[in-house]
Nanobody, 117 residues
Framework: QLVESGGGLVQAGGSLRLSCAAS????????MGWYRQAPGKQRELVAA???????NYADSVKGRFTISRDNAANTVSLQMNTLEPDDTAVYYC?????????????WGPGTQVTVSS
């Protein structure tokens, strides 16, 4: 089970830090990531981090967002700086692992991020 926190309302140029807490050890996941979905748009990848620590970012957030993991706390965080109105969306945490040779993806319920201009 994944639970996101840290969303809210912030002015453009501000910062927020999202956290995703897992109910199991995150060592069991091949990768974890953050996606977002704005009204009327498809869900898109924001950032991801593998069990080995490799990271991947959407071009639109490179240099502004940083994904990190705390293995001891079983959390993955997304530090979001220099926020823009286009960053407004529901942000979802996901975790991927293999079960019987099939990739399984778990999702959190999401947290709203609203950036005002």
């Amino acid at each position: 089970q994944l639970v996101e926190s840290g969303g809210g309302l912030v002015q453009a140029g501000g910062s927020l830090r999202l956290s995703c807490a897992a109910s199991v050890s995150i060592f069991s996941f091949n990768a974890m990531g953050w996606y977002r979905q704005a009204p009327g748009k498809q869900r898109e990848l924001v950032a991801a981090i593998t069990s080995g620590g490799s990271t991947n970012y959407a071009d639109s957030v490179k240099g502004r967002f940083t994904i990190s993991r705390d293995n001891a706390a079983n959390t993955v965080s997304l530090q979001m700086n220099t926020l823009e109105p286009d960053d407004t969306a529901v942000y979802y945490c996901d975790a991927r692992y293999y079960s019987h040779g099939t990739e399984v993806v778990d999702w959190g319920p999401g947290t709203q991020v609203t950036v005002s201009s």
